[in-house]
T-cell receptor, first 115, second 111 residues
């Protein structure tokens, strides 16, 4: 079955620790995205990557970092510099990063709680 | 950023019809998506409009007017399982690949 996986579903960390959220897709999609969602809010873009070994900042990149060494993987690191990291994190992918039609497919999400 | 506006909450009863509106001000507009998101789950794709008019898909239809910067999602024969958040998102020609999301409309369907 093709799809996007994110692990773990729930993650707890102490304040001041860095944490890495995984995102893997086997859809052979070129583009991948990380969003953050807070209660009652829409999706805010953190980082996105349209092709391997390249990525761009979204609207709220401060305190986060990413890498795109493989087409299938786009891990997100939440650093201690992120002031309010507790949120629901969603990873998505789309077939072509530079296409005018850009249906995005989402993973199940990781709920991060920083204590 | 892009200015996308949709109502925060709506309620309806089973079997009814509900229309969820979305207005946008997206420079270089390049298509509009509707997604459904149940609580704690991933958004799932519902519809895509890039030309003016109505797109029908089963119980769900989506309409677009580019000149007015306006779209709506029409849900017919409402079921309890339609209780969810509905997200409007636009694409932009100058930033191909990105979608800009509204805050979502939380729909509650009552029996």
């Amino acid at each position: 079955d093709g799809g996007i996986t994110q692990s773990p579903k729930y993650l707890f960390r102490k304040e001041g620790q860095n944490v890495t959220l995984s995102c893997e897709q086997n859809l052979n999609h070129d583009a991948m995205y990380w969003y953050r969602q807070d209660p009652g809010q829409g999706l805010r873009l953190i980082y996105y990557s349209q092709i391997v070994n390249d990525f761009q900042k979204g609207d709220i990149a401060e305190g986060y970092s990413v890498s795109r060494e493989k087409k299938e993987s786009f891990p997100l690191t939440v650093t201690s510099a992120q002031k309010n990291p507790t949120a629901f994190y969603l990873c998505a992918s789309s077939m072509e990063g530079l296409s005018s039609y850009n249906e995005q497919f989402f993973g199940p999400g990781t709920r991060l709680t920083v204590l | 950023g892009q200015n996308i506006d949709q109502p925060t909450e709506m309620t309806a009863t089973e079997g009814a019809i509900v229309q969820i509106n979305c207005t946008y001000q997206t420079s270089g507009f390049n298509g509009l998506f509707w997604y459904q998101q149940h609580a704690g789950e991933a958004p799932t794709f519902l519809s895509y409009n890039v030309l003016d008019g109505l797109e029908e898909k089963g119980r769900f239809s989506s309409f677009l007017s580019r000149s007015k910067g306006y779209s709506y999602l029409l849900l017919k024969e409402l079921q309890m399982k339609d209780s969810a958040s509905y997200l409007c998102a636009t694409g932009r020609g100058s930033t191909l690949g990105r979608l800009y999301f509204g805050r979502g409309t939380q729909l509650t369907v009552w029996p």
